[in-house]
C-alpha cells in the first residue's frame, strides 16, 4: 500500500502585497525629484560655476567627477537659456556622456513647448541617437518616421510634417504614438503645418475626415483662418470643393457677393470660383425635388455665364439671370420654361411678384400666370422672347436657343 502524502498542485498570488508595493511606490514616486528640489538651491550654482570654468578641452575630467544627483540637476532645469553658448554645449555635452532615458524623455516633452531652441533640439537628435529603437518607448511603425525626422535638412518639424502629409495614418493616431501632449505648442505647429501642406490635395480630407478638418479650421482666428482656406480654394476648381467646407467659409466670411471685401484675400480665379460655386448651390437646391437631376445637370453647363439664381417659394419658381436675358424655370417640370429681356423681365415681371394681385391671392396657378407672360413687347418694353417645353430631346432645343441668345447678346 503506498502511503506517500499526496501534494496538491497550487499557485500563489500575492495580491495584497502587490497592492501594498503599488501604493508604497505612489507614495515615494517624488522622493528623488523632491531631493533634487532642495538640493538644487544650493548645489546647482556651485556645478554651473564649474562647467564655465572648465575648458572644452579638459570637460571630459569634469564630467567624470560629477555624481549622479548633479547629472540629474542639470536636466531637471534644462534648458539654461540665460547660459552662454559654450556653457550650454558643455551641459549639452556632459548630458550626452552621462546619458540615460530621463535625459531623452525630458528633452522630449521641453520640445513640446520651445520648438525653436537649437541647443534643446541637438540634445534631442543626440537622445534619439542613442536610444534609436527604444526611444521613448514609441511603435517601431511610428518611431522610423522620428528618425527620419532628426536628421531632416530642414529641421525635425519639417520631417514630422512630411510624414503627417503622407502616412495612411490619421494625424490623430500618429500625434498620439510620438506621445505629443495635447495643448502643446508642438501639437500646435504640427497641425498647422499639415495644413499648410495638405490642403492643396484631397488627401488629408479623405483621411481624417472633412468634418475633423473643418472643426480645427473653425478654431483658427480669421486672419490664419484665411490663410488656410486661402490654399485650400486656390488648389482646385468649384467641382472640387467640399460643401461642408465651403458652407463653413460662407458662415465665416458671409456671402462674397454681399461682402466682397472679406474675400479679397483670395486670387480672383478663386474668387469666381467661389461665386459660381455658391450659383451652383442654389440652382441644385431648387431643382433638388425633380425625379431626376437632368434640369439641374442641364443648366450647371451655363454656370460660367450666369449672374445670379433668385428662387421663390409659392410658386417654387428660380429666376435665372444671364447679363442681358432672364429664364424662369418652374418646380414643377410641367411648365415650359419662360425666356426674358432681362430689363422687361425686371421692370414688369419682377414686380408683378411684389404686387398686391400676386400677394393676395392663395392660387398658384394664378401666381405662376403672372410669370407668364409672352408679350413681345409690353408697355413699350422689350419682354417675351420664348418659352420651350421639357419634352422629349429637350436639351438639344434649349442648347440650339442657348448659343443664339449668347451669340446675340455677345455673353
Known sequence: MNSSPKFRLFSFHPSKLLEERIEVEKKFSNVEEGILKIRIGDNLPRILDKIRKVEMKNLSKLIITLKKMEVLMLIYEYPFSNETHETRLKINEILMSRYTTLVGTTAWNLFQQDI??????????GSYSKEKDTFLNIDTNFLQAMGSAMVDKEGIINGLVKYLVTTKHSFKEVLAKWKVKKGSVLEEQLISAMLFKGLFSDFILKRDGTEN???????????????????????????????????????????????????????EKALKEVEKWLLGNKLKKFFENDSNSKRFDYWKRYIDYMEDVTPLKVPL?????????????????????????????????LQRTSSPEFRNTRSVSKKESL?????????????????????????????????????????
Do not use: C
Open 317 to 349: 419658381v428660380a429666376f435665372i439671370y444671364f447679363k442681358h436675358f432672364v429664364i424662369v424655370e418652374f418646380g414643377n417640370i410641367g411648365n415650359a420654361a419662360y425666356f426674358y429681356h432681362k430689363g422687361g423681365f425686371e421692370e414688369i415681371i
Open 213 to 267: 478638418i473643418a472643426e480645427i479650421l473653425n478654431q483658427y482666428p480669421m486672419n490664419e483662418y484665411k490663410k488656410l482656406i486661402k490654399i485650400y480654394l486656390e488648389a482646385r476648381n468649384r467641382d472640387k470643393f467640399n460643401i461642408i467646407l465651403l458652407n463653413q467659409a460662407i458662415r465665416r466670411l458671409q456671402d462674397p457677393r454681399v461682402r466682397k471685401d472679406d474675400w479679397m484675400f483670395l486670387s
Open 116 to 125: 525653436n531652441d537649437s541647443y534643446l533640439m541637438n540634445l534631442l537628435k
Open 371 to 411: 410669370l407668364k407672360e409672352q408679350e413681345r413687347f409690353y408697355k413699350g418694353k422689350k419682354l417675351f422672347i420664348t418659352k420651350m417645353s421639357h419634352s422629349v430631346n429637350w436639351q438639344s432645343r434649349f442648347d440650339d436657343e442657348m448659343r443664339d441668345l449668347l451669340i446675340s447678346f455677345n455673353e
